[in-house]
């Protein structure tokens, strides 16, 4: 998944397809640490505070305690 990738294809319709599988796989790769905070955000089509809500209605952890 090149999370960027819609800077060059922003109509693709095949982008709009993947919204709900692109916060799904952003969650999975922020719970594995293999990507950010910020770049899990800019996978999904949510703004930092909705994936805050969302992370924590799931009672998921992402940060180093």
């Known amino acids: 998944i090149y999370a960027f990738y819609p800077d ?5 319709s095949k ?4 919204k709900g599988d692109r916060t799904e796989v952003a969650i ?5 640490s293999k990507i950010s ?5 800019a996978m999904t089509d ?15 952890r992402w940060r180093a305690v």
Do not use: H
């Open 46 to 60: 949510l703004n930092m505070g909705q994936f805050t809500e969302l992370l924590k209605a799931r009672k998921i």
């Open 37 to 41: 905070f910020s770049k899990a955000v």
């Open 15 to 18: 982008w709009d397809e993947l």
């Open 28 to 32: 999975s790769l922020l719970k594995k």
């Open 8 to 12: 060059f294809i922003g109509d693709a």
